[in-house]
């Protein structure tokens, strides 16, 4: 067709095909649905498709104090905005910010707390986040108790006058421990404290801490959400009804520097338009692999919720929509010379930090996650040495079983 058969309307011209309004018809779709088009209504300027990198630190003022939505990148980007619309919109939340990392995502959150706070926190949560606590108690005056949280009533006895924040992460990095939300959720608010969700091992689409009733959800974006090992970012989101805690995370995030790149947030998109997909492709492979390492003689005890022997296989039912793809396992000899046969044995799983990408990780706790804590810390928890994690991948499912069977029998 010839272009001068085409209206050629300006840039920017409003509500043509019903682009504008999209996004707020989304609601009461389905998670496939919203995976896809969450943040994704054409571009208004010229009807990309595809989200548009907007790559450039600062925007052109249209007047004096007149702006088209933004100033600076450091404060927002219309590529971080359509990120932070598509990950509020899949965890039910009223927005999000999204970060440079994850550990810069948990810095902005403790930064909404004053001096002299009190911190509750799993004795098991991921190690930099134990680190983090540890440095803002050692510097910024924050109090932290470290307890296992899987009895709500230890952690009702442990709020102190003075607690704010009561920081949860389920499941458990490495050791698959499960949280009751809804039961730290009552805990929480008969206190006017904070509940903060770290659901970076589910994804919305396997568990949604907001509709249990926590104030703040975040994420490690670049794990499943991202899913492709490609990018470093983090992710906050606030509940419906908590815009005041939005707008500080907002203003956090600018003031300390830690919003995320647009390149970034463009590619942590185009990875959400698959997660609904990956997700449970993860899980069944991850089924598999967990039965499969039950059943072997050399296996002494895989940590998987899954598992109808988990000891909160029922909290999972009733909590998750799903197991997920982190697993963890104890070799019966698990001597370092037992572990490093094992490890240096497999192909599939490559030997690395990280979880939730497409493809088969495994790591050692011990000497690498959890390397920031003390070795009396670890055992205390059950971290041992012989502890081995797998992020199962979405390679074929026949090839990663065979691939532990000859490491497991190497
Ligand atoms: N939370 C969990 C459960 C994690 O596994 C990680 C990283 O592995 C983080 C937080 C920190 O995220 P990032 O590495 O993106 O800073």
């Given at each position: 067709?010839?272009?001068?058969?085409?209206?050629?309307?300006?840039?920017?011209?409003?509500?043509v095909?019903?682009?504008a309004?999209?996004?707020?018809?989304?609601?009461?779709?389905?998670?496939?649905?919203?995976c896809?088009?969450g943040?994704?209504?054409?571009?208004?300027?010229?009807?990309?498709?595809?989200?548009?990198i907007?790559?450039?630190?600062?925007?052109?003022?249209?007047?004096i104090?007149?702006?088209?939505g933004?100033?600076?990148?450091r404060?927002?980007?219309?590529?971080?905005?359509?990120?932070?619309?598509?990950?509020?919109?899949?965890e039910?939340?009223?927005?999000?910010i999204?970060?440079?990392?994850?550990?810069?995502?948990?810095?902005?959150?403790?930064?909404?707390?004053e001096?002299?706070?009190?911190?509750?926190?799993?004795?098991d949560?991921?190690?930099?986040?134990f680190?983090?606590?540890?440095?803002?108690?050692?510097?910024?005056?924050l109090?932290t108790?470290?307890?296992?949280?899987?009895?709500?009533?230890?952690?009702r006895?442990?709020?102190?006058?003075n607690?704010?924040?009561?920081?949860a992460?389920?499941?458990?990095?490495?050791?698959?421990?499960?949280?009751d939300l809804?039961?730290?959720?009552?805990?929480?608010?008969?206190q006017?404290?904070?509940?903060?969700?770290?659901?970076?091992?589910?994804?919305?689409?396997?568990?949604?801490?907001?509709d249990?009733?926590?104030d703040?959800v975040?994420?490690s974006?670049?794990?499943?959400?991202?899913?492709?090992?490609?990018?470093?970012?983090?992710?906050?989101?606030?509940?419906?009804?908590r815009?005041?805690?939005?707008q500080?995370?907002?203003?956090l995030?600018?003031?300390?520097?830690?919003?995320q790149?647009?390149?970034?947030?463009?590619?942590?998109l185009?990875?959400?338009?698959?997660l609904?997909?990956?997700?449970?492709?993860?899980e069944s492979n991850?089924?598999?692999l967990?039965?499969?390492l039950?059943?072997?003689?050399?296996v002494?005890?895989?940590?998987?919720p899954g598992?109808?022997?988990?000891?909160?296989?029922?909290?999972?039912?009733?909590?998750?929509?799903g197991f997920?793809?982190?697993?963890?396992?104890e070799?019966?000899?698990?001597?370092?010379a037992?572990?490093?046969?094992?490890?240096?044995?497999?192909?599939?799983?490559?030997?690395?930090?990280s979880?939730g990408?497409v493809?088969?990780?495994?790591?050692?706790?011990?000497?690498?996650?959890?390397?920031?804590?003390?070795?009396?810390?670890?055992?205390?928890?059950g971290?041992?040495?012989?502890?081995?994690r797998?992020?199962?991948?979405?390679?074929?499912?026949?090839?990663?079983?065979?691939?532990?069977?000859?490491a497991?029998?190497?």
């Amino acid at each position: 067709m010839a272009s001068n058969e085409f209206t050629i309307l300006a840039p920017g011209s409003p509500g043509v095909m019903g682009w504008a309004g999209r996004s707020g018809q989304l609601a009461g779709t389905g998670l496939g649905t919203q995976c896809v088009h969450g943040g994704a209504a054409p571009d208004p300027a010229y009807g990309a498709v595809a989200a548009p990198i907007y790559e450039t630190s600062t925007f052109a003022l249209l007047d004096i104090c007149t702006s088209a939505g933004f100033e600076y990148t450091r404060s927002g980007n219309p590529t971080r905005a359509r990120l932070e619309e598509a990950i509020a919109l899949l965890e039910g939340g009223c927005g999000a910010i999204c970060t440079s990392s994850g550990m810069s995502a948990v810095l902005a959150v403790i930064s909404l707390l004053e001096h002299g706070s009190h911190v509750l926190c799993p004795m098991d949560c991921y190690g930099g986040t134990f680190r983090t606590l540890e440095h803002a108690r050692r510097v910024h005056g924050l109090e932290t108790t470290f307890l296992d949280m899987t009895d709500p009533e230890a952690v009702r006895a442990a709020i102190q006058p003075n607690t704010r924040l009561i920081w949860a992460e389920t499941p458990s990095n490495p050791l698959l421990r499960l949280l009751d939300l809804a039961a730290l959720a009552r805990v929480a608010q008969r206190q006017d404290i904070l509940l903060a969700v770290d659901n970076t091992f589910l994804s919305p689409v396997l568990q949604r801490p907001l509709d249990w009733g926590a104030d703040l959800v975040f994420h490690s974006t670049t794990k499943y959400l991202n899913g492709h090992s490609d990018v470093v970012g983090g992710a906050v989101v606030a509940a419906q009804g908590r815009r005041d805690l939005l707008q500080r995370l907002a203003t956090l995030n600018m003031s300390l520097g830690t919003s995320q790149s647009p390149h970034d947030c463009a590619l942590v998109l185009r990875g959400l338009k698959t997660l609904h997909l990956r997700m449970r492709a993860h899980e069944s492979n991850a089924r598999a692999l967990a039965g499969f390492l039950a059943a072997h003689p050399a296996v002494a005890k895989v940590n998987y919720p899954g598992l109808p022997g988990h000891p909160q296989h029922a909290l999972a039912l009733r909590q998750q929509t799903g197991f997920g793809a982190m697993l963890s396992f104890e070799l019966k000899d698990g001597s370092p010379a037992s572990v490093r046969k094992v490890l240096r044995a497999l192909r599939w799983f490559t030997l690395a930090e990280s979880l939730g990408g497409v493809e088969s990780l495994v790591a050692q706790p011990a000497s690498m996650s959890h390397a920031s804590m003390t070795a009396e810390m670890r055992e205390r928890i059950g971290i041992r040495d012989g502890l081995i994690r797998l992020s199962v991948g979405i390679e074929d499912q026949a090839d990663l079983i065979e691939d532990l069977r000859q490491a497991l029998e190497s």
